[in-house]
């Protein structure tokens, strides 16, 4: 019976996990979410007055998550403020439609502060309008509040949703729990008791001060809850006997400050204590948050050497290399043709020998061509392959100024990240990376990789060397290594591959490796595909099979004027992406009825190359590539 009893909860845990995966609920949730937050916080104040705080989260985001959250907040200000929160309808709608028309503009991402500003100068004029001509009385020192909170919790936001910190993560559990503090339909039933206990006992030192803080700011009670919430941070790291002792801090620490004040007010120890006993479940971070130092100095010296770098590619773009002299060539020709020529002295023609004769030697006029046109196609023979030598010459100071503009430019972008380091994204997926392989022979000339990249980057790399055997074997390794050697060194992924791209055009391989590279981000759930001469790849729904990319040339053709072709596409909604190559049929292998993308990505894999594999005597490989939001898992 026991045993049954596991079983069924096994079951009932992975269909639980399934249902989470649907795109339809995970966006209803989400749809959900962002509503609620628009409708609670549209409940903060100061000095009973509303806040345009909303406004602010509202402008940090884009699309459908704007708009959600603008509807949330326009039915919260109407039931938290009655007629007074009309004013706040103002701003809800304005920052809605703020954000629905600049969300997604390259500026906002270039200038952060661009839609902050935005909302705090539509909080200052609706401000005005409401003073002036609809009679509302609201105190200066209010008005200034109300813009600064629009333009703040922006600014806020907008870090927050970007590249969080531990330092933003701080500041947004101490609003949340300044506008949550404020939604209580009953005196000890309001919303920021449990979330302050939680960081009191869960959080970080800043987190729990901030809570308490937050509290303070809201009014909810006379006693002073930053001095309480620290002191159960101490309370906490003391070795109780019970565990359950600690989850109980929150509460004893405000009521021991509680009568150290003289206050009598025991509303908030409820939600206190049951805010604590739910921080136990969580894992504490009790670490402060190191400084940066001092990066300045660092800084300027990689964009010193950025510029340096620059200027030296700029510097060997100049140096043309010198000219072929072609007179030369023709008066080599004239001293060993003519001047042991026996008519030399009554020779008109000697002296006439031009340029056009080295491209068509047979149109010379000569008594004794004999001599003459030889000489000039050995002449012909040394001008072509001084050609091809300064040709050469060229693709060599091509390949080199381009890889000084590469150094260059990562220099900078290290110089850029310096600032900022340890303000990574935060990931939202996991991914699952599963592949199958066949070759004709022993040695396999596809070469595919996986790997973790910078920040939440993760990287897939399928290398296929032209043709089987152990020749290509080693260009598919030696074109996977490289490329993975310089994306993990911090290159990104374009200049890895035009690096490679001129390796190959100068040893003269053309055509040796074709290169497929995908880049998932597993915050954003976007994928970037990278593809060189590489084979279609593929994006399977649970509506069917839809085909990305096409055919180009392979890399090593030209060290300038070609290029990788470049794809983006999401995988958030339980997408599935395959990569192949040349060897698999991926219109055979992929519209088959029976493949979804709830298969396991080994057996999908395995499936599409036994499928796909045909007759083809090349060597075959299908990589499977899907996400899984963090904290589901499916076995």
Known sequence: MMVSMETYLRRGKREVQRLLLDPRIRGGGMLLFWGGCGFLFSAASILGYPTPLVMGLICAM???????????????????????????????????????????????????????????LL?????????????????????????????????????ALSCRDAITDWLVGGVAVFALAQVAPKPWLSLGYPITGLLAVGGAFPAAALAGLGLDLAQVTAVPMAAAMSIAYFLRMLPFGKRWLKG???????????????????????????????????????????????????????????????????????????????????????????????????????????????????????????????????AQDQLRYLKADRQRRQDYRGALMQQYRFFGDYLRSLADRLPRRGEEPVADFRIQVSARSQSKERA?????????????????????????????????????????QM?????????????????????????????DLAEVRLDTGIVTIFKWGAAPSWVLTRKGAEKIGTATPPPGIAITGTRETVEKLSLRRGEVLILLSDGVDGEVALRQSDLTPDWPPGELAAKILESGRGKVEDDATAAVIRLVPTGLSIS
Request: with cysteine; proline share 6%; charged share 15%.
């Open 248 to 378: 109980a801090s929150p509460g004893a620490s405000y009521l021991a400050v509680m009568i150290l004040c003289g206050i009598r007010d025991p509303t908030p120890i409820p939600g206190l204590v049951l805010g604590g006993m739910a921080g136990l479940l969580l894992p504490q971070k009790t670490e402060l948050y190191h400084r940066r130092g001092e990066t300045g100095a660092a800084q300027v010296r990689l964009e010193m050497g950025a510029e340096m770098m620059n200027a030296t590619g700029h510097l060997i773009a100049e140096m043309e290399p010198p000219p072929i002299d072609e007179f030369a060539l023709l008066e080599k020709v004239r001293s060993r043709a003519c001047e042991s020529c026996s008519a030399r002295k009554s020779c008109t023609q000697k002296d006439l020998l031009t340029r056009d004769f080295l491209e068509n030697p047979l149109d010379a006029d000569c008594r004794k061509p004999g001599r003459l046109i030889p000489e000039l196609h050995r």
């Open 123 to 159: 909080t200052a004029v609706t401000g005005v309008i409401f003073q002036f001509f609809l009679g509302q009385q609201t105190p200066v020192m209010i008005y200034l509040i109300q813009v600064a909170a629009a333009l703040l919790g922006g600014m806020l936001f907008t870090q």
């Open 62 to 120: 884009s699309g459908w998550q704007a708009t959600f959250a603008a509807l949330g907040a326009m039915i919260g200000y109407p039931v938290f403020w009655g007629l007074a929160g009309n004013i706040g309808l103002c701003w809800t709608a304005a920052g809605g439609l703020l954000a629905v028309l600049l969300g997604k503009r390259e500026e906002k991402r270039l200038m952060p502060i661009l839609l902050p500003a935005i909302a705090a």
């Open 444 to 484: 396999n000339g596809d070469r595919c990789l996986a790997f973790a990249g910078s920040g939440c980057r993760y990287y897939v790399l399928l290398c296929d060397g032209m043709g089987t055997g152990l020749g290509a074997a080693q260009e598919g390794l030696t074109a996977a290594r490289y490329l993975r």
């Open 487 to 515: 994306i993990l060194a911090g290159f990104p992924p374009q200049h890895a591959l035009q690096s490679y791209n001129s390796f190959l055009a100068l040893r003269g391989a053309a055509g040796a490796v074709t290169a």
